[in-house]
């Protein structure tokens, strides 16, 4: 892991298991203008401005079928770069630790991005894509219709201070 | 793969690449009233009435700091009873095969299941949450707090005949 930074004062990682539990097929990539971690967005609403691409494996092609039916999808995604045993951290708008599972940090035991994404155009095996924050080439590990019925929560709350 | 029922007519299975490209651990598991898949309820918001728990696994129980802050959180687990190589499916209220990425249904590539879900209480390390509609005993990978301004698209457009 000497490619990681060292945790910052407060931060706790644990040791991780031996061995996984079970395994992912990467199923596509995500193509945006940022080319490093350093350069992407905070979060997945700070670039509306931006279209980016998802391009689909040839093998899964097939499973876009219908997918145009809907206005907006949900890519989850495998932050490859990402170290994994910080289980406390110290966001920079943070002055506390904080647990990871109180955190969207990409680094996570498991490290999945999740964005609720607007889906623009469909051609082949591309989709032209709204609303995302990561690195161009992150690979995609599932896509799946965003219901507004079950998914889309306006009332939630979270804490006051840009917590 | 021989516990797998047969696909229906117009499903279409693919060959699924011979190795993992990533791992995932467990991090906890989900208790529900639900001892089987075929109890399930159809999706995370039918049955609000049922108050389920996650528990999560004591290696990863610092993680959990600060939780309770939020009202609401995401949460990603394992659909690990799930066939992965049906790209195309016909689900019981569609006449016509439909692609994976535009349906919600467990069998997929990566049989990830996502719910949002209330977080009603926090003792120790387990959660009580409300809408969740996975087998008892489901793998948890993942718990993201939710953000209404990134994660809520009340406006989200679907099918409008049941799709």
Not at 13 to 23: K, N, T, V, Y
Not at 46 to 61: H, K, N, Q, S, T
Not at 114 to 142: H, Y
Request: proline share 11%; glycine share 8%.
């Amino acid at each position: 892991m000497s490619e990681f930074k060292p945790p910052r004062p407060g931060e706790v990682s644990i040791p991780l298991p031996a061995a996984f539990d079970a395994g992912l097929y990467y199923i596509g990539f995500i193509r945006t203008p940022w080319k490093t971690r350093a350069e992407c967005p905070k979060n997945s609403g700070e670039r509306p401005d931006v279209l980016a691409r998802i391009e689909i494996d040839p093998v899964y092609g097939a499973g876009l079928k219908d997918i145009g039916l809907f206005s907006h999808l949900i890519a989850l995604y495998w932050l490859d770069e990402a170290r994994r045993d910080l289980i406390l951290q110290v966001p920079s708008h943070l002055e506390e630790p904080r647990g990871v599972f109180a955190l969207r940090s990409p680094v996570r035991p498991n490290p999945i991005g999740l964005s609720v994404v607007e889906l623009v155009a469909v051609d082949g095996l591309t989709l032209t894509i709204r609303n995302i924050d990561c690195r161009d080439g992150t690979p995609l590990i599932d896509l799946k219709p965003y219901f507004a019925s079950i998914d889309s929560v306006p009332q939630a709350r979270r804490p006051d201070r840009r917590g």
